[in-house]
Nanobody
Framework: DVQLVESGGGLVQPGGSLRLSCAVSGFTFKDYAMSWVRQAPGKVREWVASINNWSSARAYADSVKGRFTISRDNAKNTLYLQMNSMKPEDTAVYYC????????????????????WGQGTQVTVSS
């Protein structure tokens, strides 16, 4: 079974940093692009960032570009999201998601292209 387990969420002050991790199992991690998606209270899920299978391509939502960095370690079957200069509007449950392809092609910024999801980790940005 495909399993994705996020960790690293918590409470952080505005301007602070957090690093999320997503440990995966049940599929060949190095063969698939991966993404982070978030959902704020009362809102639909929002695509945050994606990375292809060999880390040669990354994409970011405009709202996080320049502040967040997505990365992966294929040897450890782990996906990461480094979040810096955080803002209250970054408050959400963050999910890692398995894309259906290895490359960032197609609608990777839409939820329909994903076939594996974690349970989410809560991130709260507040003073």
């Amino acid at each position: 079974d495909v399993q994705l387990v996020e960790s690293g969420g918590g409470l952080v002050q505005p301007g602070g940093s957090l690093r999320l991790s997503c440990a995966v199992s049940g599929f060949t991690f190095k063969d698939y692009a991966m993404s982070w998606v978030r959902q704020a209270p009362g809102k639909v899920r929002e695509w945050v960032a994606s990375i292809n299978n060999w880390s040669s391509a990354r994409a970011y939502a405009d709202s996080v570009k320049g502040r967040f960095t997505i990365s992966r370690d294929n040897a450890k079957n782990t996906l990461y999201l480094q979040m810096n200069s955080m803002k209250p509007e970054d408050t959400a449950v963050y999910y890692c998601a398995k894309y259906q392809q290895s490359k960032l092609v197609g609608d990777y910024y839409k939820m329909e292209g994903y076939d594996g999801w974690g349970q989410g980790t809560q991130v709260t940005v507040s003073s």
